[in-house]
T-cell receptor
Framework: DGGITQSPKYLFRKEGQNVTLSCEQN?????MYWYRQDPGQGLRLIYY???????QKGDIAEGYSVSREKKESFPLTVTSAQKNPTAFYLC?????????????FGPGTRLTVL | AQTVTQSQPEMSVQEAETVTLSCTYD???????LFWYKQPPSRQMILVIR??????QNATENRFSVNFQKAAKSFSLKISDSQLGDAAMYFC????????????FGQGTRLTINP
């Protein structure tokens, strides 16, 4: 089955700790994205990657970091510098970063800072 | 920067009836895409329907249709013959036609279906 997987589904972290959220896709998509969703708000773009070994900041990149060493993987690290990290995180991918291509979403990770 | 506004935080409709969800957006661009996404309780984002701004004809997907008013920057979603499975959060989203595929989302509308 082709698709996007995110793990874990639920993640708990103590304040001051870094944590890494996993996103893997087997759709052979070039572009990948990370969004954050807070209650009562829509999704906001954190980072995106157009191709392997390249990534760009989105609208709310402060306190986050990413890497794109493999085409199928785009992990997101929530650092201790992120002031309010409790949220629902969604990963997405598309065939390419331009053009008329649909973004497909993963099932999400719920991060709670204790 | 583009913005998307959904002014109805919650809506409800009787099963089998029709409901319309509102969305307005602000942009200086002339060519772009608009989308409606559904997020059921599982929280999986599902694309419901899309509209290309250069097309005057309103998009339709089975029971889902849009009313795209480019001059008014309005993009409403009509759901006909509402079903219990339509209960979800609905998000309106904007994407520029050129450049990177950055989606800009509205705040969402929670739709409840009453049996």
């Amino acid at each position: 089955d082709g698709g996007i997987t995110q793990s874990p589904k639920y993640l708990f972290r103590k304040e001051g700790q870094n944590v890494t959220l996993s996103c893997e896709q087997n759709l052979n998509h070039d572009a990948m994205y990370w969004y954050r969703q807070d209650p009562g708000q829509g999704l906001r773009l954190i980072y995106y990657s157009q191709i392997v070994n390249d990534f760009q900041k989105g609208d709310i990149a402060e306190g986050y970091s990413v890497s794109r060493e493999k085409k199928e993987s785009f992990p997101l690290t929530v650092t201790s510098a992120q002031k309010n990290p409790t949220a629902f995180y969604l990963c997405a991918s598309s065939i390419s970063w331009t053009g008329d291509n649909e973004q497909f979403f993963g099932p999400g990770t719920r991060l709670t800072v204790l | 920067a583009q913005t998307v506004t959904q002014s109805q935080p919650e809506m409800s409709v009787q099963e089998a009836e029709t409901v319309t969800l509102s969305c307005t957006y602000d942009t200086s661009e002339s060519d772009y895409y608009l989308f409606w996404y559904k997020q059921p309780p599982s929280r999986q984002m599902i694309l419901v329907i899309r509209q290309e701004a250069y097309k005057q004809q309103n998009a339709t997907e089975n029971r889902f249709s849009v009313n795209f008013q480019k001059a008014a920057k309005s993009f409403s979603l009509k759901i006909s013959d509402s079903q219990l499975g339509d209960a979800a959060m609905y998000f309106c989203a904007y994407r520029s036609r050129g450049g990177a595929q950055k989606l800009v989302f509205g705040q969402g509308t929670r739709l409840t279906i009453n049996p």
